[in-house]
């Protein structure tokens, strides 16, 4: 089983659309999580970092349940421009340093 | 600021060949990383490093060595390439701290193996 499960995607959403993306990670011990977004033929960029509380950042909330070891990714009226791969990555820490665990991204395509 | 560098940005291999995939980063951190990215898998990690003069196997580091040369540099290589090598190779760093840990990324290398 992998660490960090997206649903795999493609989502197809006309602009203006609502979408939320989920995570599951399996190992309790994860202490921090991200969302990262990747361009076609790019490298990953940060999105936003999730907190149990809750987080959001313009049209973009993004939610951390640690009990289910679960994360979210809402997107509010979506931009032709926020079409990219988005990356449920979750941080371990132990012995003194991070190791960074990116799950296989879910894929949005929004269309006019 | 250049962030993380990573050379080359494109190469083809014959199987067999040797080649160093070179990564420096200008931002100070202490722990940097190397993935590769296949379709449908997303990124995997090789090897990571928490400072200089360690390193760590990731989940896929059969084929691959790596040195962390100093603070600023950690590279990665692969002794004799297979195709089963061809992919996207990215290099990151991060801060070594808690809480302090978004990840900056090169622009990849595109390895082909032939």
């Known amino acids: 089983r992998k660490e960090v499960e997206q649903d795999p995607g493609p989502f197809n959403v006309p602009e203006g659309a609502t979408v939320a993306f989920n995570c599951t990670y399996s190992?309790?011990?994860?202490?921090?999580f991200f969302w990262y977004r990747q361009d076609c033929r790019k490298e990953p960029k940060l999105l936003m970092s999730?907190?149990?509380s809750g987080n959001e950042d313009g049209r973009f909330t993004a939610q951390l349940n640690r009990a289910s070891q679960y994360i979210s990714l809402l997107i509010r009226d979506s931009k032709l421009s926020d079409s990219a791969t988005y990356l449920c990555?979750?941080?371990?820490?132990?012995?003194?340093?991070?190791?960074?665990?990116f799950g296989a991204g879910t894929r949005l395509a929004v269309h006019p | 600021n250049a962030g993380v560098t990573q050379t080359p940005k494109f190469q083809v291999l014959k199987t067999g060949q040797s080649m160093t995939l070179q990564c420096a980063q200008d931002m100070n951190h202490n722990s940097m990383y190397w993935y590769r990215q296949d379709p449908g898998m997303g990124l995997r990690l090789i090897y990571y490093?928490?400072?200089?003069?360690?390193?760590d196997k990731g989940e896929v580091p059969n084929g691959y060595n790596v040195s962390r040369l100093n603070k600023r540099e950690f590279s990665l290589r692969l002794e004799s390439a297979a195709p089963s090598q061809t992919s996207v190779y990215f290099c990151?760093?991060?801060?070594?701290?808690?809480?302090?840990?978004?990840?900056?990324f090169g622009q990849g290398t595109r390895l082909t193996v032939v």
């Open positions: 190992n309790s011990a994860s202490q921090s």
């Open positions: 999730v907190y149990s």
């Open positions: 990151a760093s991060s801060e070594r701290g808690l809480g302090n840990t978004e990840a900056f």
């Open positions: 990555v979750v941080n371990q820490f132990s012995g003194g340093y991070n190791k960074l665990i």
């Open positions: 490093s928490a400072s200089e003069g360690t390193t």
